[in-house]
C-alpha cells in the first residue's frame, strides 16, 4: 500500500513531498530538514488514535452501558478520515515539537494512501484496556455497521470509554495499512548513558501538581501534555526507562530469525543484559567484564534502543526510524549496519534513516546492484561474504536529497521559487543510488590530495 507525506512550513522545509518506500533515505546536508521530515511523520503515526474522533452521541453510550452492545456505523471514507486527522495533528505540532505556541501556525501536514474500502473488511477480535474494559469487535464482510461487546470488570466513565472507543476502531481501520512506528533518535546516546535521571513527565506533572488549585480536574491533569522536548526525544526516553518491562516481550525476530540478533551483537560488540533490578549492564564479546553503560563506548549507547527493539519489540509491517544510524560507528560498522537494514527489509520491517554517511549509502548500492541473475555477480557477492537476504531491489528503496531547489508553483504565484524541499533521487537496478552531494564533496577532497601530491612534479 502506497503512501505519501506533504509537509509545508514544517521547520526549515518549505515544501516537501515523499513516498515510503520499503526502505526510505533521506539525505542532505546540516540544517536541511531531514529531521523535521522524519520527527513530523512519526508522530503523526504515533499519536494517530488520539487524532481521530469516531462520531458517539450520549445515547449510543448510554445504550452501551446498559445493553454492553454499540453498534458504529462507518459512514466515512479512510481518506476523509485520514484527513481530518491530519488537520488536527497540523494544530498540535507547536506541541509536538515542544515550540512555542504559534510556531507552526502556518504549517501543513497530510497523508495520503490508497482508499481502503471498508464495506468489504471483517474485523474479528477482542481488546484489553488498562482501564478494566474489554471490548469484543465484530463486523462482517459487506456490512456497514461495526459492532463492539463490553465486558466491564470496574466501573468505568463516559471520557474513557469514548477515548477507548476511538482506539479500538482506529486499530481496526488502519492497523494494516499504516505502519506502527519506532524511532531511534539523534538524542540516543545521551538518553542511554542518563537514563536514570530523565523523566520529564513525571517531572512536569509533579510541578503542576504542586501548583494546582485544589478544585482542578484530576483527569484533566492526567490527560494534559507535558511535553518539554519534541515527542520523539521523549519517545526515546520513555522506551529507555521501560527496559526490565520491555524484555519480557520477544520480537518476531527473537522467534524466527535469532541468526539477526547474533550478527547485530558482533556489530555493536557484545550484549546488554538488564536486571530485574532495572541494572543496566553491556558484556563486551568474550570477556567476562560487565560495564555499566557510562563506562561502555558510544557505540555501546547509540545502538542501545535499536538491541532492545529488535530483540523485544520487532514485528512485521513496523516501521523503524533512525536519525542519524550512522552515529559512532566505524565505516565498517557503518556498512554492517546498512546490510541490516536491508535484511529488516527482506524480513518486513519496513526502515526509514537520515544520513551524512557515504558508507551507508555506498553500501546499499552494492546491495542493490549485486541483485542480479548474473555469473560474475554471484560469484562476487559469495568472494566478499554477501548473503542473498542482504540483498535489496532499486523499486524497495526511496531516496531524497534535502537542499535548496524550485518549488512547484503555488496559486497566485507566477514564478517558480527556491526554498528548503526534498529531491528525489535516483535509484538505478544496476548503478544504484545516485546522491550529488556526497559525490562532489569525495571528488572535492581528492582533487585537493591529488594537487597535494603531484603538483610539484
Given at each position: ?12 522545509l ?14 542532505g546536508?546540516?540544517n ?130 469514548r ?75 520513555a ?53 555499566t553503560i ?24 513496523d ?5 542519524g544510524?550512522?552515529?559512532?560507528l566505524?565505516p ?9 537494514f ?22 546499499l548500492n552494492?546491495?542493490?546492484m ?49 526554498g528548503?524541499?526534498l ?7 544496476e ?23 603531484w603538483?610539484?612534479?
Open positions: 500500500m502506497s503512501l505519501t507525506v506533504r509537509l509545508k512550513n514544517v521547520g526549515v518549505k515544501q516537501a513531498e515523499f513516498s515510503l518506500g520499503d526502505l526510505t533515505i533521506i539525505c546536508k546540516n536541511t530538514g531531514k529531521t523535521y521530515a522524519t520527527y513530523a511523520l512519526y508522530g503523526f503515526l504515533r499519536s494517530l488514535r488520539s487524532l481521530i474522533d469516531i462520531p458517539i452521541d450520549n445515547s449510543q453510550i448510554r445504550n452501551l452501558f446498559s445493553e454492553k452492545v454499540i453498534k458504529i456505523r462507518l459512514t466515512q471514507t479512510t481518506n476523509q478520515i485520514l484527513s481530518k486527522a491530519c488537520e488536527a495533528y497540523t494544530n498540535r505540532l507547536d506541541e509536538f515539537f515542544a515550540a512555542s505556541e504559534g510556531t507552526f501556525q502556518n504549517s501543513e501536514f497530510h497523508l495520503f494512501t490508497d482508499e481502503i474500502d471498508l464495506r468489504q473488511k471483517e474485523f474479528n477480535g477482542r481488546v484489553e484496556s488498562p482501564q478494566g474494559a474489554s471490548f469484543i469487535i465484530s463486523k462482517r464482510k459487506g456490512a456497514e455497521d461495526l459492532t463492539l461487546t463490553l465486558e466491564i470488570e470496574k466501573e468505568i466513565d463516559d471520557f474513557t470509554v477515548k477507548i472507543i476511538n482506539f479500538v476502531v482506529t486499530n481496526a481501520i488502519f492497523s494494516d495499512s499504516l505502519p506502527a512506528p519506532f524511532i531511534s533518535s539523534a538524542e540516543r546516546t545521551g538518553i542511554a548513558i542518563f537514563r536514570k535521571e530523565l523523566n520529564f513527565a513525571r517531572n512536569r506533572l509533579l510541578e503542576e501538581m504542586w501548583q494546582a488549585e485544589k478544585h482542578l480536574e484530576l483527569r484533566e491533569l492526567l490527560f494534559k501534555s507535558y511535553q518539554s522536548y519534541p515527542a520523539p526525544v521523549e519517545s526515546n526516553v522506551f529507555a526507562q521501560q527496559l526490565e518491562d520491555i524484555t519480557k516481550r520477544r520480537s518476531f525476530i527473537a522467534k524466527e530469525h535469532p541468526e539477526v540478533l547474533e550478527d547485530f551483537a558482533d556489530i555493536v560488540g557484545g550484549d546488554y543484559v538488564i536486571t530485574q533490578q532495572d541494572q543496566l549492564y553491556f558484556i563486551p564479546k568474550d570477556t567476562r567484564l560487565k560495564l557510562p563506562q561502555s563506548s558510544s557505540t555501546v549507547c547509540s545502538l542501545l534502543d535499536l538491541s532492545f527493539y529488535l530483540h523485544h519489540i520487532a514485528e512485521e509491517g516501521l523503524l526510524m533512525v536519525d544510524p550512522e552515529s559512532s566505524h565498517e560498522n557503518q556498512r554492517r549496519i546498512a546490510r541490516l536491508a535484511r529488516l527489509v527482506n524480513l518486513g520491517v519496513k526502515v526509514f534513516i537520515t544520513t551524512h554517511s557515504d558508507y551507508i549509502v555506498k553500501e552494492t546491495l542493490i549485486l541483485n542480479h541473475d548474473k555469473p560474475h555477480l554471484k560469484r562476487i557477492a559469495e568472494e566478499n561474504g554477501y548473503q542473498k537476504d542482504e540483498l535489496i531491489t532499486a523499486e524497495q528503496v526511496k531516496v531524497y536529497v534535502a537542499e535548496k531547489a524550485l518549488l512547484p508553483l503555488e496559486e497566485g504565484q507566477k514564478r517558480r521559487q527556491r528548503d524541499t529531491v528525489p533521487a535516483d535509484v538505478h537496478p548503478f544504484g543510488i545516485g546522491v550529488p552531494s556526497f559525490d562532489s564533496t569525495i571528488d572535492e577532497m581528492n582533487r585537493i590530495q591529488d594537487e597535494i601530491v603538483e610539484e612534479e
